[in-house]
């Protein structure tokens, strides 16, 4: 079972400013299974990121994804009030089908 | 507009079960997606539950398998979890969601959430 690793746990930071956020896995896998989800309080997760570094729809390109075998990141170039929230990448194995999630990130208004 | 909302009771006993139902509305249950169940303890981050297939195959975490059951009726556009033997640590906010499987492309993952709902076990 593929362990996710985030980190930081929580990142403060002000508005404009950019923020890089990464998750490692405890194994290599294709890129095709890594997701990125933004979450905010009381609401379901927001699908951000898939397969790495496709943006979902409708969502600003100020948010990026990037990486490849362990080591993954979520950058948001500048950062605008809506965005201070959890984020979680999360991992998909298809053999047999298996979901993990990362412990998540919290970016705080500081 | 696809949709999914989740349904059952909020309250349950330990040592009993948890049943919960997530409906979707706006369109069938085909091939190319699997049905999730994933649950958030307060503060804390995202389980995976277990998942299904309009088919009826079954996927469950390991740590949950032995007190999981997961059904699914296409026809009715409903999925449903049981959970037995729950305790106190089950107490979470449980989503449904729906995961999209790569198809030609080869890309996956949840393109939809329920709402979500708190089941709380207390006595």
């Known amino acids: 079972e593929i362990v996710l690793t985030q980190s930081p746990a929580t990142l403060s930071l002000s508005p404009g400013e950019r923020a890089t956020l990464s998750c490692r896995a405890s194994?290599?896998?294709?890129?095709?299974?890594l997701a990125w989800y933004q979450q905010k309080p009381a609401q379901a997760p927001r699908l951000l990121i898939y397969s790495t570094s496709n943006r979902a729809t409708g969502i600003p390109d100020r948010f990026s994804g990037s990486g490849s075998g362990t080591d993954f990141t979520l950058t948001i170039s500048r950062l605008e009030p809506e965005d201070f929230a959890v984020y979680f990448c999360?991992?998909?194995?298809?053999?047999?089908?298996?979901?993990?999630f990362g412990q998540g990130t919290k970016v705080e208004i500081k | 507009q696809v949709q999914l909302q989740e349904s059952g009771p909020r309250l349950v006993k330990p040592s009993e079960s948890l049943s919960l139902t997530c409906t979707v509305s706006g369109n069938s249950m085909t091939s190319g997606y699997y049905w999730v169940w994933i649950r958030q303890p307060p503060g804390r981050g995202l389980e995976w539950i277990g998942t299904?297939?309009?088919?009826?195959?079954?996927y469950y975490n390991p740590s949950l398998k032995t007190r999981l059951t997961e059904s699914v009726d296409p026809s009715k556009k409903k999925f449903s979890l049981k959970l037995n033997s729950v305790t106190a640590a089950d107490t979470a906010v449980y989503f449904c969601?729906?995961?999209?499987?790569?198809?030609?492309?080869?890309?996956?993952?949840?393109?939809?959430w329920g709402q979500g709902t708190l089941v709380t076990v207390s006595s």
């Open positions: 999360q991992h998909y194995s298809p053999s047999p089908p298996t979901w993990t």
């Open positions: 299904v297939y309009h088919t009826g195959s079954a």
């Open positions: 969601a729906r995961f999209t499987m790569g198809g030609q492309i080869g890309h996956y993952y949840f393109d939809l």
């Open positions: 194994e290599t896998f294709s890129s095709n299974y």
